[in-house]
């Protein structure tokens, strides 16, 4: 744990130089969650009754219970390690990857999120070029060329990034507007030193206070299906568990989000929302 002053957080868009650093990000933070759902599916009734079927039919063909068994969990788990990051590569979206170029904002002057925390010790964060990875230069090089149209940049939504000294310590990914007055978290990452600090709750608070301002009046946030403490997290910033925690019935708008469906139709989110 890393003792972090949120007074010096800067919350600012995502440039083009950032997207190898938060893609590694990423990859730290959602370590394991892919597996986790893979888990929360092998467990379900249904799916266990197929299992119970399949390994049936091998018991007749194949003379070993063990590879009777072992076999079609086997080859569900290959089947699902390969279809499941097209269907939850972004939780909360049906898009099956994140446009990160064209996300990225190009203008010189930063675009950033109001961090309360600055008013009330009155300091002044410290800002400086963004460390960079080994390499990512050429990449950058290579993504540059592609062409932006300004209605690519509406449709591949916002990333931003919390930073301080020039290291960038946690990111939230808002997708591209889809229902007019409507925001949607897909992605709330931190890094794994600077947990527990307050700084996943200052990103979604300053992201909700900028969308109140754009004319928002309700935020939704898709969460994996076995993270409990995603769970508790969101509950704690004023969120309510859409279809549990609600009786809204005559609300339209609640009906038309619903989670992210895998295997057999299970849910691979819950969705939480909370009006502005």
Not at 59 to 80: K, N, T
Request: charged share 30%; hydrophobic share 35%; glycine share 8%.
């Amino acid at each position: 744990m890393v003792r972090l002053e949120l007074d010096q957080v800067v919350m600012r868009r995502m440039k083009e130089e950032d997207i190898e650093i938060v893609k590694a990000l990423i990859k730290e933070g959602c370590e394991g969650t892919e597996n986790r759902l893979i888990l929360h599916i092998l467990t379900r009734p249904l799916c266990l009754f197929i299992l119970a079927v399949f390994s049936s039919i091998l018991r007749c063909l194949v003379h070993s219970f063990i590879l009777a068994l072992a076999i079609p969990v086997f080859l569900l788990i290959v089947f699902l390690k390969i279809t499941m990051p097209r269907s939850t590569g972004v939780l909360g979206s049906s898009r099956p990857y994140w446009d990160y170029v064209g996300s990225s904002y190009r203008e010189a002057q930063d675009d950033t999120l109001q961090n309360p925390y600055c008013r009330i010790s009155g300091k002044t964060p410290f800002t400086k070029k963004p460390k960079r990875r080994a390499g990512s230069k050429d990449k950058d090089k290579e993504t540059s060329t592609e062409k932006i149209t300004p209605e690519r940049e509406q449709a591949a939504g916002q990333v931003w990034v919390a930073e301080s000294e020039g290291d960038i310590l946690g990111c939230i990914f808002r997708e591209g507007e889809t229902r007019a007055g409507i925001s949607r978290i897909c992605r709330l990452v931190t890094g794994c030193w600077y947990r527990r600090e307050g700084l996943g709750r200052l990103l979604v608070q300053s992201l909700e206070q900028r969308e109140r301002e754009t004319g928002a009046y309700r935020v939704y946030a898709h969460v994996p299906y076995p993270s409990k403490v995603g769970e508790a997290f969101f509950r704690k910033l004023g969120y309510r568990h859409l279809g549990v925690e609600t009786s809204d019935e005559d609300d339209k708008e609640l009906k038309q989000e619903t989670p992210e469906r895998g295997f057999l139709g299970y849910p691979l989110t819950k969705v939480f929302y909370k009006d502005l």
